[in-house]
């Protein structure tokens, strides 16, 4: 089958391309992540992208960086722990818009890298792509049979960028401050021998 890839980052990308290649099915990869934050660090994963894009062989299209429909399907859901209601409405849009394009391109079916993740819930995922369309959405769970493990043997071999947050900038917000707890319950830690 013609199938239309939605890719959240260059790092999920490779293993699940190379699983539907497995598969027997031709892939083209949608780049499409409006809740991307800052500006830069979207450029820095599509770019990362189209590097993997290049080296694998497949075709990439990419979609609009609309931050104002990313924000206003958010809206009230900022306080959500990361994996609560503003991650469905995230995984929602996106797929909402990658199955409007495999139906105007006439893709055969459509899915996601999505799944390839340790944090993301695969069947709240599957759900919402098979609500979408029960037809054209290909239920996967990308990290099973160790497809994680894969992605990050692939990273390394193209020496990939790998980021270390979700991608909104709730969940930066977040990183940044498990980060500087993180650091101050270090700093405690070396204090305390001396003492
Ligand atoms: S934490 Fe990730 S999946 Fe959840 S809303 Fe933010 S970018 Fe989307």
């Known amino acids: 089958m013609n199938v239309l890839l939605h890719i959240?980052?260059?790092?999920?990308?490779?293993?699940?391309?190379?699983?539907?290649?497995?598969?027997?099915?031709?892939?083209?990869?949608?780049?499409?992540?409006?809740?991307?934050?800052?500006?830069?660090e979207y450029l820095k994963r599509l770019h990362e992208t189209e590097e993997v894009a290049r080296k694998e062989g497949f075709s990439l299209i990419i979609g609009d960086y609309n931050v104002h429909n990313w924000s206003v399907r958010t809206t009230g859901l900022e306080d959500e722990a990361e994996g609560g209601k503003r991650c469905l409405e995230c995984f929602g849009l996106r797929l909402e818009n990658t199955a409007r394009l495999a139906r105007e391109k006439g893709f055969d079916a459509?899915?996601?890298?999505?799944?390839?993740s340790p944090h993301k819930n695969s069947?709240?995922?599957?759900?919402?792509?098979?609500?979408?369309?029960?037809?054209?959405?290909?239920?996967r769970d990308f990290k099973k049979k160790d497809g994680f493990k894969r992605a990050q043997e692939l990273a390394r071999k193209y020496s990939l960028y790998h980021q270390n947050y979700?991608?909104?900038?709730?969940?930066?917000?977040?990183?940044?401050?498990?980060?500087?707890?993180?650091?101050?319950?270090?700093?405690?830690?070396?204090?305390s021998p001396a003492s």
């Open 8 to 40: 959240c980052c260059a790092v999920c990308a490779s293993a699940c391309v190379e699983k539907l290649r497995q598969e027997g099915h031709r892939v083209c990869g949608f780049f499409y992540n409006p809740n991307i934050h800052p500006p830069g």
């Open 110 to 116: 459509f899915t996601t890298t999505l799944t390839i």
């Open 123 to 139: 069947q709240a995922i599957n759900e919402i792509g098979r609500n979408i369309s029960d037809e054209l959405f290909l239920v």
């Open 166 to 191: 979700c991608g909104c900038i709730y969940s930066l917000n977040e990183r940044q401050k498990n980060g500087r707890i993180q650091k101050s319950t270090c700093s405690l830690r070396t204090k």
